[in-house]
């Protein structure tokens, strides 16, 4: 089994022809292959903690929303592409994994623990309009990602990427994302992975910057409430 460090050198490939095929669609999400079709003002999610290890649920408040990061087990791990992770994401990507492999330090410093498994769940206290994120199996071969869109407890679709990884630091890394098109929103994302490589490994992966779009309503609330501000600011700047 090979599994990535800083500085490894790229496994053997194999040349793989997969079909091409139209993204899927379900009654009220559809999937989309980058930021671009996500229509809308985009807020992004960045992991620019560092420490090395991160608490599960891990919560993280942005202008408009508030959005947990949750694992079935353990804790998170922050990792940084080009630093203690090699992979298809662009050079200084900052990442969270599932820390599966957690018997030793992807910087070979010894075991660093933490015991986190997947799959992960992203959940937004505000109802989006859309997301998209790139994510990566940390093991190298064939994988396969799958995420499943709800409205609450109500499942609007899942979808699967499948590629062969690497580590090429060009971007190209999956890309998870979907879009409502009828009047849900989508409150909760669970994300799975599995590469078969020397047997099945799933749901250890880790993924980037989450983006999202916001709710119609709650972006306009947010520019009626700056524009009061500034309202404000400018009144009591005259006086003063």
Not at 16 to 26: Q, R, T
Not at 58 to 84: C, I, K, M
Not at 107 to 136: K, L
Not at 212 to 240: D, K
Request: one cysteine or more.
């Amino acid at each position: 089994m090979s599994q990535r460090s800083a500085g490894a050198t790229g496994c053997g490939r194999v040349l793989l022809a997969l079909a091409a095929s139209a993204l899927p669609a379900h009654a009220d999400v559809i999937q989309v292959a980058s930021l671009q079709g996500l229509n809308g003002h985009i807020t992004t999610v960045r992991h620019t903690q560092t420490v090395d290890l991160l608490p599960s649920p891990l919560v993280v408040s942005t202008p408009d929303n508030v959005v947990t990061f949750s694992l079935a087990a353990g804790d998170w791990r922050r990792l940084d592409e080009g630093v203690n992770v090699l992979s298809d994401f662009a050079p200084g990507t900052h990442l969270l994994y599932t820390n599966n492999n957690n018997g030793f330090d992807l910087n070979g410093q010894g075991s660093i623990g933490g015991g986190g498994s997947g799959p992960a769940e992203i959940q937004f206290a505000e109802g989006v309009t859309g997301f998209g994120f790139r994510a990566e199996a940390q093991v190298l071969g064939f994988e396969t990602l799958t995420f499943s869109v709800y409205n609450d407890i109500v499942l609007l679709g899942t979808f699967s990427v499948s590629r062969l990884n690497g580590q090429h630091e060009n971007d190209s890394a999956s890309f998870l994302g979907a879009r409502a098109t009828g009047t849900d929103l989508i409150t909760r994302i669970v994300v799975s992975s599995n590469v078969v490589q020397l047997g099945d490994h799933p749901n250890d992966f880790f993924f980037g910057p989450v983006s999202y779009v916001p709710e119609p309503a709650t972006t306009a609330l947010l520019a009626v409430a700056a524009l009061a501000v500034g309202r404000r600011w400018r009144r009591t700047g005259a006086r003063t």
